[in-house]
Structure formats: structure tokens, C-alpha cells
């Protein structure tokens, strides 16, 4: 059976099912055959590989809070002009930075990228010890937010997150630590001087970059949904 890959909502049963836990919504199908799951936010949304046949992945597909990203088959091949102006109105619908996906690039980035952010996203409901979305709602923080306008403990445990995972901060173009200059083979600098800076963001630099770039770092490690290698 073919398998496909969606951006689907979550959902959370009544009545108590599956303890209570969110679930991608419209997969408590016996159509389908199997499905995986990344989520963004405990009760927000997920990217999922999703295998049924193929009539029943288009009717998924065809569900107005539905997106479908790429088959297994046309992971690989570059958006046109149309799928980038669909796929950012569809992420930023969600609270999700999606100006940055651009016409060329292929589909597998696309979902590389936006699996950066998801993952952070979970990361960060470990230091908030609650759904992300309400954390920072709760703050007044939205994509459009400003790093001064944050409160300053949810600042530090962005970066503290981020350091934990071993993300650099800041990260360009922002203000960078001392980095001695480039030297020949032969060159040394004899005990070279620490220098001591604070890892912060500047002030003008808003939720929506931190966000896609910290989400961004994830790019140099594997991704997988289902076995699946994004």
C-alpha cells in the first residue's frame, strides 16, 4: 500500500480513550494500514506517515484541516510557485513559521524543516511542563513577539532548552562569542584569552525566527517518522 505524508490535527477521544492522550485525527480508521507520528505540541499538530490505500489517503487529503506534503514518491522533487503559496498559508494557519519555505526547494526539506521546529517544540514542553502553544499564549507571545517584549524567565528557558540540546547561542546572524582569526597551518595563539559573553538574542528579533532557526539546527541529525528517513 502506498504511504503518504500529511500535516493532520490532533485530536482527543471522548470519553477517555487511549488514556486521554492526543491522537492524529481521522486515523482511528481501520482504512488505514498504518500510521507515525511527530507532533507539534501535545494537542496541536503532527506530521504523519501515513499507509491506507490509495482512494482512502486522498479522501484524508482531501479534509479542509488536512495538508498533504509528499508521497514516499515525490518526496524528492522541488515545490512549484502554487505548493509554496499553499503550504505556507496552510503552516502559518497553524501558529507555525512557514515564510521561510521557498519555491525549488524540495519537499523532503520542507518537512525537514517544519520536523526541526516540532521537535523543539516538544523540547521546550519539557522546560514549561505544559502545552506550548498555552505557555506562550499565556505570556502574550506570538510569531510576530519580539525578543524584549518576552518575559524574561520565558527567555531563559528558551536558551536553557536550547543549550541543553547543544544548540549554539546565539547563532548568526546574531551577536556571536570572540572566534580568534583564521590562521595558517603554522600559526598558534599561545594560551589565547577566554572571553566571557552572555548567550542571549537581540532584542528586535522575533518569535517566528527563533523558533525556525533553533528548529533549523536539527538539520545536521537524522530525522525519521515510522522508520521513514526524512
Not at 471522548?14 to 486521554?20: L, Q, R, S, Y
Not at 522541488?78 to 501558529?95: C, H, K, S, Y
Request: glycine fraction near 8%; proline fraction near 9%.
Amino acid at each position: 500500500m502506498p504511504r503518504e505524508l500529511f500535516l493532520i490535527p490532533l485530536t482527543t477521544p471522548t470519553g477517555g480513550g487511549a488514556g486521554g492522550a492526543s491522537f492524529p485525527k481521522y486515523l482511528d480508521n481501520p482504512a488505514v494500514e498504518s500510521a507515525s507520528a511527530l507532533i507539534y505540541g501535545e494537542a496541536d499538530t503532527s506530521i504523519c506517515l501515513v499507509q491506507a490505500a490509495q482512494a482512502d489517503l486522498d479522501l484524508l487529503a482531501a479534509q479542509s484541516d488536512v495538508q498533504r506534503l509528499a508521497t514516499t514518491d515525490n518526496i524528492d522533487n522541488p515545490i512549484t510557485e502554487q505548493q509554496r503559496d499553499n503550504f505556507r498559508a496552510f503552516v502559518e494557519g497553524l501558529g507555525i513559521p512557514g515564510n521561510w519555505i521557498q519555491t525549488g526547494e524540495t519537499r523532503r526539506l520542507v518537512i525537514r524543516g517544519l520536523a526541526g521546529m516540532f521537535n523543539f517544540s516538544r523540547r521546550l514542553e519539557v522546560a514549561f511542563g505544559e502545552n506550548v502553544r498555552r505557555k506562550l499564549a499565556n505570556n502574550g507571545v506570538n510569531l510576530e513577539t519580539e525578543w524584549q517584549d518576552m518575559p524574561i524567565q520565558l527567555q531563559d528557558e528558551l536558551i536553557a532548552t536550547a543549550i541543553s540540546i547543544g544548540f549554539a547561542v546565539p547563532f548568526p546572524p546574531w551577536r556571536l562569542p570572540y572566534q580568534p582569526p583564521f590562521l595558517d597551518d603554522e600559526e598558534t595563539i599561545p594560551n589565547p584569552e577566554p572571553v566571557d559573553y552572555e548567550p542571549t538574542i537581540e532584542d528586535t528579533v522575533r518569535f517566528r525566527a527563533i523558533l525556525r532557526r533553533f528548529g533549523n539546527q536539527y538539520q545536521t541529525s537524522p530525522i525519521e517518522i515510522g522508520g521513514f528517513p526524512l
